[in-house]
């Protein structure tokens, strides 16, 4: 999402002199991908630290420097905090513990304790952006942030979803004559991802159906799975962003059994592919898709197995009309343009609220 807003900021009309841009070595691979020319900001420096590394960072020494600090993912670790500290804020674990039953005790201890100092860090933030409002409502709820704090900007799929002649081809295809469906996305323990190799067991064992799963896990997250995943799905690797249009379409549908999310782009960006989707029955899902997409329950394997043979049987050879539509909805959701007008707005009604121009 950073390498978006900053290609959709280039693109509109504003006063460049007045930002500085620190990056990543990770969003300046992506920028370069989508052919982006970072040095039309006048002031851009390559900046990779992470964590509670920048409390140390010698840039503490600069932020004196500006009047407000966007981190686009936040918490904002730096020891500093002398200018208005917006921050944007997507750590569902923060606000839901319900995912917490699939760890086991120490990765439980481990990560509340790790989410107890985001939070911490997280209260010190001046305002806050989310991407919709049951993530609001949460942050209010847990005392994070203040009441009239906290702005919603709505995701959307990047504007690459727009431009077919942006896409870029798969290292490794994805062929096989079974049906085909795949998840995009990190391995992070709320995506349960560990629940896939259960459900190709049961739809062979309970609907005769083979069915191949792909993902695209990193070198380090592929290693780390356990043998019964490795030897039961396929994985093409982690994709640069320009890849994953080429991915979605290379798929006969697309999976995303998450348990936790503030927001995801997937599920829309599935839809605007016009592929079909298996998805969670949660909140952070349907009040994305409607009845758009195919929802199951995702800590019961059999469940999800009988959603997607139900599909395979009965619907998919007559569903471009719903697809047709699925795709006009994630297209209309939002804009990658309009999210970074509206980052841009409540960067200008923050300067405001401290230049006393505004109540």
């Known amino acids: 999402m950073a390498a978006s807003f900053l290609s959709e900021v280039l693109e509109l009309e504003a006063n460049y002199a007045d930002i500085t841009?620190?990056?990543?070595?990770e969003i300046t691979r992506a920028?370069?991908?989508?052919?982006?020319?970072?040095?039309?900001?006048?002031?851009?420096?390559?900046v990779d630290v992470h964590g509670l590394g920048a409390i140390f960072s010698e840039y503490n020494n600069y932020l004196a420097d500006f009047d407000l600090v966007f981190t686009i993912f936040g918490p904002n670790y730096f020891r500093n905090k002398d200018?208005?500290?917006?921050?944007?804020?997507?750590?569902?674990?923060?606000?839901?513990?319900?995912?917490?039953?699939?760890l086991s005790p120490p990765s439980r201890i481990k990560s509340k304790l790790k989410f107890f100092v985001q939070k911490l860090f997280f209260k010190t933030a001046d305002a806050f952006v989310v991407e919709l409002?049951?993530?609001?409502?949460?942050?209010?709820?847990?005392?994070?942030?203040?009441?009239?704090?906290?702005y919603v900007a709505y995701n959307c799929i990047s504007s690459l979803y727009l431009k077919p002649e942006t896409w870029q081809t798969l290292d490794v295809d994805v062929a096989s004559s079974?049906?085909?469906?795949?998840?995009?996305?990190?391995?992070?323990?709320?995506?349960n991802t560990a629940i896939l190799p259960e459900v190709k067991r049961a739809l062979v064992q309970r609907h005769g159906l083979d069915v191949d799963f792909f993902v695209t896990l990193n070198e380090q997250e592929?290693?780390?799975?356990?043998?019964?995943?490795?030897?039961?799905?396929?994985?093409?690797g982690g994709l640069a962003v320009t890849q994953c249009p080429s991915f979605y379409q290379a798929l006969d549908a697309v999976i995303f059994p998450s348990l936790l999310e503030c927001f995801s782009a997937t599920p829309l960006e599935a839809m605007a592919m016009e592929k079909?989707?298996?998805?969670?029955?949660?909140?952070?899902?349907?009040?994305?898709?409607?009845?758009?997409?195919?929802?199951?329950?995702?800590l019961d394997p059999e469940n999800v197995a009988d959603v997607i043979a139900s599909y395979i049987r009965?619907?998919?050879?007559?569903?471009?009309?719903?697809?047709?539509?699925?795709?006009?909805?994630?297209?209309?959701?939002?804009?990658?343009?309009?999210?970074a007008e509206r980052y841009l707005e409540i960067i200008s009604s923050e300067l405001a609220k401290e230049h006393g121009l505004v109540s």
């Open 276 to 298: 079909p989707l298996f998805a969670s029955d949660r909140r952070f899902v349907k009040d994305i898709c409607g009845d758009l997409v195919f929802y199951f329950d995702p």
């Open 178 to 191: 079974n049906f085909k469906i795949g998840f995009l996305g990190r391995d992070y323990a709320h995506k």
């Open 314 to 339: 009965e619907q998919h050879e007559n569903d471009a009309e719903r697809l047709a539509k699925a795709r006009e909805h994630a297209v209309n959701f939002s804009s990658a343009k309009g999210r």
């Open 21 to 25: 841009v620190w990056i990543s070595t």
């Open 222 to 236: 592929w290693d780390n799975k356990p043998e019964s995943f490795r030897s039961t799905i396929s994985n093409v």
């Open 133 to 150: 409002e049951h993530v609001r409502d949460g942050l209010y709820r847990e005392n994070i942030a203040q009441r009239g704090s906290v």
């Open 83 to 102: 200018y208005i500290n917006l921050v944007g804020f997507a750590q569902p674990w923060i606000l839901d513990d319900s995912a917490y039953q699939i």
């Open 31 to 46: 920028m370069k991908s989508l052919g982006i020319d970072l040095r039309l900001f006048p002031n851009v420096e390559l």
